[in-house]
């Protein structure tokens, strides 16, 4: 059965600082990792698509790689704010092709301190 | 851009009234999910459904339904609520191509008293 964990659960760290947050998978085949972006209360954000077949993405000040063999995937941000505060998720597509399903993390809850 | 929406924000439903949650997406997406959101267990997958009237069980489908009879709309079904399906709801929906990303809906908080 696939599990995916994230690590750590919470972080605070001051403003600027370059962060990673950590997620890891036990099975191997999936086709997909996505991070998304959760604030209290709302809904998810997509932030980043990783294909099975690629190394990293990139969006602005954010950077997400991906080591399928190892199970691993890590999400970079750069220069942090006080706006990048909220939930951290990755998830895993999972499954046959026609019927694969997202399966997550529990969560990096960030906070970005002015 | 997409847009996933679910009916209602915030509800109060009554133990063991029959509660409907409807998710609407508007890009013709083959694959939706419903998740339920509890603190310290995360997101698990209640029910998913491939294609329209096609309907697969997740990790915790007991004491819910679903209805896909349309493919922008899929519905989750508490068929008698109770107090132990408090929680956020919430829907996704992607195309079937597996290089394709998911997007969700803004969620739903439920309150079962």
């Known amino acids: 059965k696939q599990e995916v964990t994230q690590i750590p659960a919470a972080l605070s760290v001051p403003e600027g600082e370059n962060l990673v947050l950590n997620c890891s998978f036990t099975d191997s085949a999936i086709y997909n990792l996505q991070w998304f972006r959760q604030d209290p209360g709302k809904g998810l954000t997509s932030l980043l698509l990783i294909q099975s077949s690629q190394r990293e993405q990139t969006s602005g000040r954010l950077n997400a790689s991906l080591d399928k063999s190892s199970g691993r995937s890590t999400l970079y941000i750069a220069a942090s704010q006080p706006g990048d505060s909220a939930t951290y998720l990755c998830?895993?597509?999972?499954?046959?092709?026609?019927?694969?399903?997202?399966?997550f993390g529990q969560g990096t809850t960030l906070q970005v301190k002015p | 851009d997409v847009k996933v929406t679910q009916s209602s924000r915030y509800l109060v439903k009554r133990t063991g009234e029959k509660v409907f949650l409807e998710c609407v997406q508007d890009m013709d997406h083959e694959n939706m999910f419903w998740y339920r959101q509890d603190p310290g267990l995360g997101l698990r997958l209640i029910y998913f459904s491939y294609d329209v009237k096609m309907k697969e069980k997740g990790d915790i489908p007991e004491g819910y339904s679903v209805s896909r009879e349309k493919k922008e709309r899929f519905s989750l079904i508490l068929e008698s609520a109770s107090t132990n399906q408090t929680s956020m709801y919430l829907c996704a929906s992607k195309w079937s191509r597996v290089w394709t990303e998911a997007f969700f809906g803004q969620g739903t908080r439920l309150t079962v008293v």
């Open positions: 998830a895993v597509l999972h499954g046959s092709s026609n019927t694969g399903k997202l399966i």
